[in-house]
């Protein structure tokens, strides 16, 4: 029993540290709903250090990670979700693109928009949620004025 309360200890002191992918990413999404962008950032990329894709932490934490990128480097944001949807497609649904380009959308990020868009839609082909969202980023380059996205959206075929 002596021996066994110092194990004891550390494994108590490794649970109240707030170093678990759980606590990690819930500390994140915290720190987002607060506008805490860069420790939101900070400490969805402590909890998906080391996790594999199969750990049940991983999706939230990616997404987290995607959301919290949105506001601090946009191309970046872009970029993770489409390794992400690559990487681990079972894991990402029609609703998490439609959250990444609702959050591109409201930093203004509309060239990044219709990427994530338009890859939203060839993997959803004929989804209702996909059209909405089309019309939501074609609304938000059309009003910006964002003549990239506009372009874009026209070689795509989509204007």
């Given at each position: 029993m002596?021996h ?83 990487v ?28 994530v868009?338009?890859a ?7 989804s ?32």
């Open positions: 002596r066994q309360l110092p194990i004891l200890v550390l494994i108590l002191l490794a649970a109240c540290s707030g170093s678990d992918p759980k606590s990690l990413t819930s500390d994140g999404y915290a720190a987002l709903g607060r506008g805490d962008d860069a420790k939101a950032l900070s400490k969805f990329e402590s909890a998906l250090n080391g996790l594999g894709t199969e750990h049940p932490q991983y999706r939230r934490a990616a997404l987290g990670r995607c959301e919290a990128l949105t506001k601090v480097d946009a191309a970046r944001a872009r970029a993770a979700f489409l390794d992400l949807a690559k681990v497609p079972e894991q990402v649904n029609e609703d998490d693109y439609s959250l990444m380009c609702n959050a591109l959308l409201q930093v203004d990020a509309n060239l990044h928009a219709v990427e868009m338009h939203g839609r060839d993997r959803f082909k004929g209702k949620k996909m059209e909405a969202i089309l019309e939501a980023v074609l609304n938000a380059a059309k009003r910006a004025r964002t003549p990239e996205a506009l372009q874009r959206l026209t070689d795509l075929g989509y204007v």
